[in-house]
């Protein structure tokens, strides 16, 4: 816009005037709108420290978010709550599908709401968001926590990339104990990496498995073993329990030609029927038998220390991957070298050198 002429007419100059009033109203408008988003973070921190589970809930759904605007307000709300985070027992859930994982939880979860704890239930699932299968069993399942008033139930975080669900997660957690939640519950299905991945953002993690033909430990997933603090079969109720009496043993044998880990803990077995809900006070004694020696030994607070390094470069790398693979220059680049490379004009080596040159 050009600037009025200095010696100019009356009229002409209150044109003048007038061009940046109208202005100045659109920004003031603009100003306005986000002073209130911004002033909206503040109230919903304060929310959820106030223990409101509404704000918790849609404080979760901003950092869930993947949409550029909320990144802010999502960082903005993490910097408010991490202070109040770090006060909780962290216990990991896997199982394979229809092993009685939710139905568990749904046990576990009211008896210790029952002894005054507050439980919030997450879910890590990175095939929810093609079948949202979990969100709906888990809805019918847990029909008693989620009226529960000290517990919160919080379906899968959606995502295409296991990396993006385990960070929605984290920060979860630490909303979730910002808010108050003194045990956390984390349930994965066992697919792919996920057991992993919720393996390193727990303190217990916890097998669920069943009894079938006494051959319980073959099929059992490469690593898994080394991973749990515990195995409970399930289902060991009617015909099911001498089967599981018998799977139980056998774990447990097999459980004692591992090392033992390097915090002095042998992993152990135990029975229960969460449809019965037996066996359920006895999970928890285990869990909080662990919790107090790895407290008294220091291993709790040390394992902890771990996560935090292992995710802060793990967010490195991830972010540095991602920012050299989605560099379009990078793009064009890696399929030219690519196809040198199938004609023979360049090594693998040289190739990844000269790419790298080009990300700078
Ligand atoms: N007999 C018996 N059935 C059980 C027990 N626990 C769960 N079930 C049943 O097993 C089925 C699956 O239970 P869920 O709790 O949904 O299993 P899940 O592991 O959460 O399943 P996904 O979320 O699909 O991976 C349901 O029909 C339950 O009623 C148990 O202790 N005994
Ligand atoms: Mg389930």
């Known amino acids: 816009m050009k600037k009025p ?3 100019t007419s009356a009229l002409k100059e209150l044109q ?5 009033q109208n202005l100045s109203s659109v920004t003031a408008l603009k100003l306005k709108k986000a002073r209130k988003q911004k002033q909206h973070i503040p109230q919903l921190i304060q929310g959820v420290l106030s223990k409101n589970k509404t704000a918790l809930s849609r404080a979760i759904t901003i950092i869930e978010s993947t949409a550029p605007k909320d990144q802010a307000d999502a960082k903005e709300l993490i910097q ?24 568990f939880i749904e046990q576990f979860g009211t008896l210790l709401t029952q002894k005054g704890h507050k439980v919030a239930v997450l879910a890590v699932d990175p095939s929810s968001s093609l079948s949202n299968g979990s969100i709906l069993g888990d809805k019918t399942r847990m029909e008693e926590l989620v009226k529960n008033k000290l517990a919160f139930i919080r379906p899968s975080a959606s995502g295409d990339s296991l990396g993006g669900v385990a960070r929605k997660t984290r920060e979860a957690i630490i909303l979730c104990e910002a808010a108050g939640y003194t045990h956390i519950i984390i349930e994965t299905v066992g697919v792919g990496q996920s057991e992993t991945v919720v393996h390193s953002m727990t303190d217990f993690f916890l097998l669920l498995k069943l009894a079938g033909a006494g051959d319980e430990l073959q099929g059992i997933k490469r690593g898994i073993m080394e991973m749990a603090d515990a195995i409970i079969i399930n289902k060991a109720d009617g015909e099911n329990v001498k089967a599981a009496k018998l799977a139980k043993t056998e774990f447990n044998r097999a459980l004692h030609l591992y090392p033992p880990k390097d915090n002095g803990w042998i992993a152990k077995t135990i029975t229960c029927s969460a449809l019965k809900n037996e066996g ?3 999970a928890l004694d285990l869990i909080e038998g662990y919790v107090s ?8 607070v040390a394992k902890r220390e771990q996560q935090q390094h292992f995710w802060m470069l793990q967010t490195i790398e991830n972010r540095l991957k991602s920012d050299f693979y989605d560099n379009p220059k990078i793009k064009i680049a890696l399929k030219e070298q690519l196809k040198e490379l199938a004609n023979s004009n360049t090594s693998p080596f ?5 790419l790298l040159s080009l990300h700078k």
Request: glycine share 14%; with cysteine; proline share 4%.
């Open 5 to 7: 002429k200095k010696h």
């Open 16 to 20: 003048g005037v007038e061009k940046p």
């Open 80 to 103: 408010g709550c991490i202070a109040h985070a770090n006060k909780s027992i962290r216990i990991g859930i896997t199982g394979v599908p229809g092993v009685g994982k939710s139905t």
């Open 280 to 282: 359920i006070q006895e």
């Open 293 to 300: 020696k790895m407290k008294e030994t220091g291993y709790f």
């Open 350 to 354: 040289q190739a990844a050198a000269y």
